[in-house]
């Protein structure tokens, strides 16, 4: 079997950074607000995937914490390691997502905050139709990027090098809409992380719903 840790650039990015990434984007109040908008429309003990789920906060914290049942899955073992022991009232698997079995349906809700940027197009929007079939009708996706028009850009992300690929706002909007999913709302907003030499950065904040057939209102 293939080591997972190698599979993905991503893994040797996050496993260098570690607890950093959670210091340098803990005060995102959007990130926070994207959250609020779950708990306010999750049912008791919601099933949810996060997806590049870190170090386990705030999302997977914030959700385990109150009552749901979360799956984080990441591509980093240092950063499965820390959210592990951080959130223990959470399920953490190291895993590529990208490789991994989603069932059909299974899902309440699903978090992807910032993990599709070292992924290619055909690789995100191929992601974003699947964990849109993994949704139930009705069920939740909250999204967030940085919304760029970017392919295969090299560049540097808090002193490791990465290779980021993105969509303009309104193409990723459309590729939402054609996995099946409504947006709800959105929010964009200028972000800055705490180290001294970063620089603003947008931040986009899609809240989406899985459409429910007619058939079945």
């Not at 698997?93 to 905050?113: F, N, P, Q």
């Not at 899609?206 to 058939?215: A, G, I, K």
């Amino acid at each position: 079997m293939a080591d997972e840790q190698h599979e993905s650039p991503a893994a040797a990015v996050f496993d260098a950074l570690g607890s950093e990434y959670e210091k340098a984007f803990a005060s995102s109040e959007a990130h926070r607000a994207s959250l609020d908008w779950l708990l306010e429309r999750l049912a008791p003990g919601s099933r949810v995937l996060d997806v590049g789920s870190g170090t386990g906060r705030p999302t997977a914290a914030v959700l385990a914490g109150a009552g749901h049942r979360v799956l984080g899955v990441d591509v980093s073992p240092v950063m499965v390691e820390i959210a592990s022991r951080q959130v223990p009232e959470a399920e953490f698997r190291r895993k590529d997502i990208r490789r991994m079995t989603l069932e059909d349906g299974s899902l309440d809700a699903v978090c992807v905050y910032f993990a599709l940027l070292q992924m290619s197009r055909t690789e995100q929007s191929e992601l974003l139709r699947r964990l849109a079939r993994a949704l139930r009708p009705g069920g939740l996706l909250a999204l967030a990027t940085v919304p760029l028009d970017v392919e295969e850009f090299d560049g540097v992300f808090m002193g490791q090098p990465v290779r980021v690929t993105s969509f303009a706002a309104e193409d990723l909007i459309a590729l939402v809409h054609e996995a099946g999913l409504t947006v709800q709302s959105k929010e964009s907003v200028m972000f800055t992380p705490t180290p001294p030499d970063a620089r603003p950065e947008p931040h986009l904040f899609l809240h989406c719903r899985r459409e429910v057939p007619e058939s079945s209102v």
